[in-house]
């Protein structure tokens, strides 16, 4: 299993996922995982979708422009660190965002994401 293809796969599930139907996102985190959005933590797949949900916008489209990805740990797990423009419904200009996964490998052969911290980047 090539981690720079595991990382672009979950990346373009992640985004079209997230740019269609937020709430679908659950499937992809557990109790134990957590988001920090912005500075505020949030823990558990339940709270995250939540927080995902109820950003102050319906439609959205994510456009990346880098992916890099490590990996982590002896159990398999990755970093997936990622950047890009978020073009917001009605809104004229994009907003460029940087996003890191830590995803963690499950018995059924997929991966969650345990850690997933998001920040936009102002200029």
Do not use: W
Request: with cysteine; proline share 6%; charged share 15%.
């Amino acid at each position: 299993m090539n981690p720079d293809e595991v990382s672009k796969a979950f990346v373009e599930h992640y985004y079209s996922t997230f740019d269609s139907n937020r709430s679908a996102l659950s499937n992809l985190y557990q109790e134990g995982s957590m988001l920090t959005f912005e500075g505020q933590k949030i823990q558990g797949s339940p709270n995250i979708v939540a927080k995902l949900t109820s950003l102050p916008f319906q439609q959205c489209k994510h456009h990346i422009t880098t992916v890099d990805c490590q990996p982590s740990g002896p159990a398999g797990g990755m970093l997936v660190f990622v950047s890009g423009n978020l073009q917001i419904s009605g809104e004229q200009h994009a907003l460029k965002f940087s996003q890191m996964f830590h995803l963690i490998p499950t018995p059924q052969g997929s991966f969650y994401v345990l850690n997933d911290i998001f920040r936009l980047n102002y200029a």
